[in-house]
């Protein structure tokens, strides 16, 4: 039987196959891409019937890589996408900014700062279209299929690329009840006293680190009594008295008097680092290098 010969297999047919890999799915591939679901098994017929090979093993429940179909992911995919992101930016250095740019941040920075600085990017770029998705959870950006994340550090994966944008200040903070009826009216506390009031934190075994004015770290484990892991959700439990929380200092000062900062003999809080983190790759679309310019120019305080 003879194949289809090279110029028959389309960069597309290849990107929608490595879509298929990373999800597992057809279905999912095409949610996530935006390609139907029949044009997408028809990519992958395709470029099965160019190679002369099988690239998946296909039951009823799952889609699982052959060998062959794995040595491709590998090799040729990351190979596609940076051709893909080149092009991009040939035709993006000719004119407007296009395309599709998906991002993801943490929910108060997302919906602030972040938020509104890509809103303006957005407005400034009418071409291009611009997905935000807000979460505190550390997506895989290429399973995801992110071209951009915003995260508090630190950064760890050895798979991106993070450049420091800011510090982000935090704060200690309680209701007035809490300060009158816990800390005998006391907002300046000692390490000894903050250890043992209840507290509001956002993991188990949280660790408060404090800067003392010689730069000197201190750590304290504070005492937990009610957890959540989104700062919104844990500053309304300080509001509502159910202890002291570590939270940005921004989002304390939206509660005017409802919450009162504290001070600790210690030192003051150490800040979170905020990063634009990107999947590591020789060349960087236009689209993205200009939304980090944009943010780190217009979101800062």
């Known amino acids: 039987m003879d194949h289809p010969t090279d110029e028959t297999m389309q960069l597309a047919d290849v990107q929608l196959f490595a879509a298929v890999a990373r999800h597992a799915s057809f279905v999912a591939a095409s949610r996530r891409t935006g390609v139907p679901t029949s044009t997408v098994s028809r990519a992958v017929a395709r470029l099965e019937d160019a190679l002369g090979t099988r690239l998946f093993h296909r039951t009823s429940r799952k889609v699982v890589l052959t060998p062959e179909g794995a ?18 930016d040939v035709k993006e250095r000719g004119g407007e900014l296009s395309g599709r740019l998906r991002v993801t941040a943490p ?21 291009l279209s611009l997905e935000l998705e807000l979460t505190n959870a550390v997506l895989d950006l290429r399973d995801g299929g ?18 420091k944008l800011w510090s982000a200040p935090f704060a200690l903070a309680a209701s007035p009840q809490f300060v009158k009826l816990e800390l005998g009216g006391r907002r300046k506390l000692s390490a000894a006293k903050l250890e043992r009031v209840a507290a509001v934190v956002s993991r188990p075994g949280t660790v408060w680190k404090f800067v003392g004015r010689d730069g000197k770290l201190s750590e304290l484990r504070p005492r937990e009594h009610f957890r959540a892991n989104d700062p919104r959700l844990a500053v309304a439990a300080a509001r509502a008295g159910l202890g002291v929380v570590r939270a940005p200092r ?4 939206l509660e005017g008097k409802s919450l009162l900062t504290l001070d ?9 680092d905020l990063f634009a983190v990107y999947p590591s790759r020789r ?12 943010v780190m120019k217009t979101a800062p305080a």
């Open 71 to 88: 040595w491709l992911l590998e090799r040729a995919a990351p190979l596609v996408e940076e051709l893909r992101h080149t092009l991009l």
């Open 250 to 253: 921004e989002l304390i000062e």
């Open 107 to 127: 929910v108060v920075t997302g919906s602030g700062r972040i938020g509104e600085a890509l809103i303006a990017y957005a407005a400034r770029h009418p071409r």
């Open 146 to 163: 992110f071209d951009l994340a915003f995260r508090a550090g630190p950064v760890t994966d050895q798979d991106v690329v993070a450049r």
């Open 283 to 294: 060349l960087l679309p236009l689209r993205v290098k200009a939304a980090i310019e944009w």
């Open 264 to 272: 600790c003999e210690l030192g003051q809080l150490e800040g979170r």
